[in-house]
């Protein structure tokens, strides 16, 4: 290319890129403004209008007004709710080994298909993996994916594989497991045991020790319901304060008792600190159990679907689906973003997730509440009405535009000039940016 030609073009996409800014580039107070949502914000008791702020990643200013012309961006949010990006702490994204019947395998997803498009930022994948395929997992999946995914180390060595794996006690080791989760402790959060279906108490007491080991919590999926080893124990006595039991409100486990009451039990281990985590998936969710829970106050403390290939089509769905679920079920709009950010966030001890703070990695979901006549069926297919839907509008990740249902960052085609080409700039949007360079002519 001509070389002054180059240098025109580079001059004239320089002017053009500042031009929106009088500081100019290296002084742009923002590169995105989210203008007029509704923040709900439960870390920071926020739930209310305001406008949020992004430069470099970050959450820059929440306020209640905010400059627009000191913004590379700045998009009319008003009616919409603005949140934390949302945490779904139980996923299934073992995806990519070809491995049959596997949740290390065809039983898994890739993450950034089901994410983005919900609002969901963050994912921890619950056990798909042990400490002998973990770093695979790692290279093929954790560190492609787009969105943030955590992951609880299975207890089992070789993950989340079907019954031959997951019910041998000689690979639930202690040792090899705490080496891998100290060696990966930025990604790793937890400890995972799932699906067993013997009458003893050792995957909970390995898990259990590798967790106290490491200082991390641990994700129960208590399998088999054996009167060897009732729940009521396990709440009250084998989990720790932060240790997750997840699938809270399936009922198989004896969630609810005899006169179809809540477990006393539950409301002892949460006395203690057992954290009670939906994890709806294909077969732990009934409106019995939900219903129940919610009329005698007992909220889950996390709201998370269980996501794989046999639950994205089903009752669950997705995230949003799950959490309609509880406005169905009579919880505030603020109740339930609270069990779908910042408390998540912090049962996996990422306290810089789930949360607008200053600072803090700008991950920000934009919903719209809808209104009108929904259904949502249980892992039975039983159906319960409701009149509200969130829908996701706007996905932020890491300060960057990775989602916009409806184009609303987007300029109106015929308002461009003629053989227009990316529309978008590389300081807020992931979607379709400028080239950092020319194309060649
Ligand atoms: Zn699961």
Redesign the pocket.
């Known amino acids: 290319m001509n070389k002054c030609v180059f240098c025109f073009y580079a001059l004239a996409m320089l002017l053009l890129f500042t031009s929106v800014t009088p500081l100019g580039l290296s002084q742009t107070p923002y590169d995105l403004l989210l203008q007029g949502g509704h923040v709900i914000d439960p870390k920071n008791n926020i739930s209310g209008v305001r406008d949020v702020a992004i430069l470099s990643g970050r959450i820059a200013a929440v306020a209640e007004h905010l400059d627009a012309s000191t913004a590379v961006k700045t998009v009319d949010v008003s009616g919409l709710y603005v949140t934390p990006g949302l945490v779904d702490i139980?996923v299934?994204v073992y995806a990519s080994t070809g491995e049959r019947n596997s949740y290390a395998g065809d039983n898994s997803v890739f993450p950034d298909g089901f994410t983005f498009r919900v609002g969901v930022t963050t994912v921890a994948d619950?056990g798909c993996a042990g400490w002998r395929n973990f770093e695979e997992f790692k290279e093929h999946i954790i560190d492609r994916a787009h969105t943030r995914v955590f992951a609880f180390l299975n207890i089992v060595g070789a993950g989340m594989r079907g019954p031959k794996y997951e019910n041998n006690l000689a690979d639930m080791e202690v040792a090899p497991t705490a080496e891998m989760c100290l060696r990966h402790r930025d990604v790793i959060v937890g400890i995972k045991t799932a699906h067993y279906a013997g009458p003893e108490w050792t995957p909970v007491e390995r898990a259990v020790e590798v967790g106290t080991k490491v200082g991390i919590p641990i994700m129960v999926?208590f399998g088999a319901n054996r009167p060897e080893r009732p729940t009521s124990i396990l709440w009250t006595e084998k989990m720790r304060p932060g240790d997750i039991y997840t699938h809270c409100f399936s009922g198989i486990r004896n969630e609810l008792d005899d006169s179809g009451r809540l477990n006393p039990a539950m409301w002892a281990g949460r006395k203690r600190g057992v954290i009670f985590d939906v994890?709806h998936?294909g077969g732990s969710f009934a409106w019995p159990v939900a219903t129940e829970a919610i009329k005698e106050g007992f909220y889950p403390d996390s709201i998370s679907t269980?996501l794989?290939i046999g639950s994205m089509n089903a009752g669950m769905k997705d995230m949003l689906n799950v959490m309609d679920k509880f406005l169905a079920l009579g919880l505030s709009l603020d109740d339930v973003i609270l069990r779908s950010t910042w408390n998540p966030a912090r049962e996996i001890q990422h306290q810089e997730l789930g949360n607008l703070t200053v600072g803090a990695p700008a991950d920000v979901a934009v919903l719209r509440l809808e209104n009108g006549d929904f259904g949502f069926t249980d892992m039975y297919g039983a159906r319960l009405r409701g009149t509200k839907k969130l829908i996701c509008e706007l996905t932020v990740r890491n300060g960057k535009v990775v989602y916009d249902l409806n184009g609303i960052t987007r300029p109106d085609w015929n308002t461009l000039p003629k053989g227009y080409r990316q529309t978008g700039d590389s300081r807020w949007d992931a979607v379709t940016p400028r080239p950092a360079t020319p194309p060649p002519k």
């Open positions: 139980h299934h619950a999926d994890g998936g269980d794989h």
